[in-house]
């Protein structure tokens, strides 16, 4: 038993220290390893079947609004990043530059694709001549490199995994029904499948993505309070198609400029899952994407009989869930260490005295419940404990994040708020970015959105100047 204590003090209490909590984690449900690449993660299999199950749904779920995969070159010439001023500005300073090809110093430089508005929009150009040829609602599923100085697994590393769409519409109506339509599609993905509520909003002009014309964004608050922006869906209007001329000749034969969009979601959700719903037990992975949903444990394993009659139960579950067997010579209890540390979550214990009684055990990982469970009603109920698992995590995240949202009507109580108690703050605006500037610069906190619904008033003047508010505002703590 030694062993299974040695795993469960291996990890720092999260009310100690939830950084370390996070990276204790990360590690000891083997998600990822740290490479000799600085700024690098390697994704295990654990950590990597998360990010598979991620993309499956996200990707059937673009499907059905008419998307389209395809794959772009991972170099950009220097020349088409300066194409578009704003754009270029933004993400000149972590972008990451290839010089030689070879032994041969290249005659213009290319950086590795931080994003690739700029390659979707050079292909565009030539590939768009006529109304006929729209709307293009392209998606590719790449890395991107961008030089961060600071890294952490999953929330932020120099190249990371992510899905980038680029669309571009004849009207300027239909980009933006397109930019809130992948909005509401990220938003719903988190909540539905990674039972992590959301705020869906607009950036504010600071905030806002380079180039765009307004970015819309899903907040979610992780559990020590500070936010993490899930998911972005930006217009850009016909700003890029300006400066990269892309046209087309509509039904009255008459050239005019296409209007695009463009929207992402990366690993990083990965750090939210853990974030969010992990305990000081480990990982909790929300059914939906957990790559194994049930672990069966025989007891007792040598005694004649157990094994079989577990790995049958195992082939019986595995009709109706992702289901493994844990037939390792390690002792039970430090195989349920284990597994609560990578968050699988359900546990069929089965051993010669269950069987003999026709029963087994399931153990919820959410919530340590145990039940005795006849073994021929056990491939009906499990399915309706994953899904119970499912909402239960999403209440319980939605409970968490509804008590951590905190009105400041002046200056002093937004002071306040920011200091003691960590989470969203809800206060009013007055547009100017000075007040945005001067509030992340006396306390860190950054505007995350102006909230879609729920824009009430709940005062007449701004948390920071105390001029006429135009706009409520969630401000919080970032990753
Ligand atoms: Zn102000």
Not at 37 to 50: D, E, L, N, R, W
Not at 97 to 105: D, E, P
Not at 223 to 252: E, M, P, R, V, W
Not at 287 to 303: E, F, S
Request: aromatic share 10%; glycine share 6%.
């Amino acid at each position: 038993m030694a062993n299974d204590k040695k795993m469960v003090e291996a990890i720092t209490s999260m009310e100690d220290d939830f950084a370390q909590w996070y990276t204790d984690v990360v590690k000891k449900a083997d998600l990822v390893s740290y490479s000799s690449v600085k700024g690098c993660t390697i994704f295990k299999p654990a950590g990597y079947a998360i990010w598979e199950n991620i993309q499956k749904e996200l990707d059937a779920r673009f499907k059905e609004t008419g998307v389209e995969n395809v794959y772009m070159p991972m170099f950009i010439p220097e020349s088409l990043l300066q194409k578009e001023k704003d754009h270029v500005e933004g993400f000149a300073p972590e972008v990451a530059w290839v010089t030689h090809g070879g032994l041969n110093k290249l005659q213009e430089r290319m950086c590795v694709r931080p994003t690739s508005e700029t390659l979707f929009c050079d292909f565009y150009k030539d590939d768009i001549q006529s109304y006929r040829d729209l709307p293009k609602v392209y998606n590719q599923w790449c890395s991107v490199v961008r030089w961060e100085k600071e890294t952490r697994p999953f929330l932020r590393s120099r190249e990371f995994l992510w899905q980038e769409g680029h669309t571009a519409h004849a009207t300027a109506e239909e980009a933006e029904e397109r930019t809130v339509q992948m909005l509401n599609l990220y938003a719903d993905f988190c909540e539905e499948v990674l039972a992590i509520p959301v705020v869906r909003g607009q950036k504010t002009e600071k905030e806002k993505f380079a180039g765009a014309k307004a970015t819309y964004t899903i907040e979610a608050l992780m559990h020590d309070g500070k936010a993490l922006q899930s998911g972005t869906s930006h217009n850009f209007g016909d700003g890029f198609a300006k400066a990269f001329d892309i046209q087309y000749t509509d039904k009255n034969n008459k050239l005019q400029y296409v209007h695009q969009t463009s929207w992402g979601m990366t690993t990083r959700l990965i750090g939210a899952v853990i974030m969010v719903h992990g305990d000081n037990s480990g990982l909790v992975l929300p059914p939906r994407i957990a790559p194994t949903q049930v672990m069966v444990v025989p007891i007792m394993q040598n005694k004649e009989g157990v094994l079989d009659r577990a790995k049958a139960l195992q082939e019986e579950l595995a009709k109706v869930c992702r289901v493994k067997i844990d037939d390792s010579d390690k002792k039970p209890g430090y195989k349920y260490a284990e597994q609560e540390m990578r968050g699988i979550p359900l546990r069929v214990e089965i051993g010669p005295k269950d069987i003999e009684a026709g029963q087994c055990v399931v153990v919820r990982r959410d919530n340590g419940e145990k039940q005795i469970v006849k073994l021929d009603e056990i491939a009906g109920l499990i399915p309706q404990l994953l899904e119970a698992v499912q909402k239960n995590l999403f209440e319980k995240a939605k409970a968490h994040r509804d008590a951590h949202i905190y009105d400041a009507h002046d200056y002093m109580e937004f002071k306040n708020i920011v200091e003691e108690k960590p989470g969203f703050i809800r206060g009013m605006w007055c547009g100017e970015q000075a007040c945005e500037d001067k509030i992340k610069e006396d306390t860190t906190a950054t505007s995350r959105c102006m909230p879609f619904k729920d824009q009430e008033k709940i005062s007449d003047v701004c948390v920071c100047c105390g001029k006429p508010a135009k706009k409520l505002i969630y401000w919080g703590k970032a990753y």
